[in-house]
């Protein structure tokens, strides 16, 4: 199984259970997982579907 490095928002304390966990895949997608959850589901974007999503993020666009 290949080793992934999980990154936390900034604003997420390190020592709180309560966080999405995010990582990039060698073609550019992200994988997201429930930092409560690490072993259970992980949701996949392609790259222009997580561009499209930041870029909404920082639009201010809520969901």
């Known amino acids: 199984m290949e ?3 999980w990154k ?3 604003r997420c304390d390190n020592s709180s259970p309560n966080c999405v966990e995010v990582s990039a895949t ?4 992200r994988l997201v997982r429930d930092s409560k959850n690490p072993s259970g589901p992980v949701l996949e974007f392609t790259a222009d579907e997580w561009s ?3 870029g909404s993020i920082r639009a201010g666009q809520t969901f």
């Open 3 to 5: 080793q992934r490095t």
């Open 52 to 54: 499209a999503f930041e």
């Open 8 to 10: 936390r928002p900034m």
């Open 26 to 29: 060698p073609a550019g997608d």
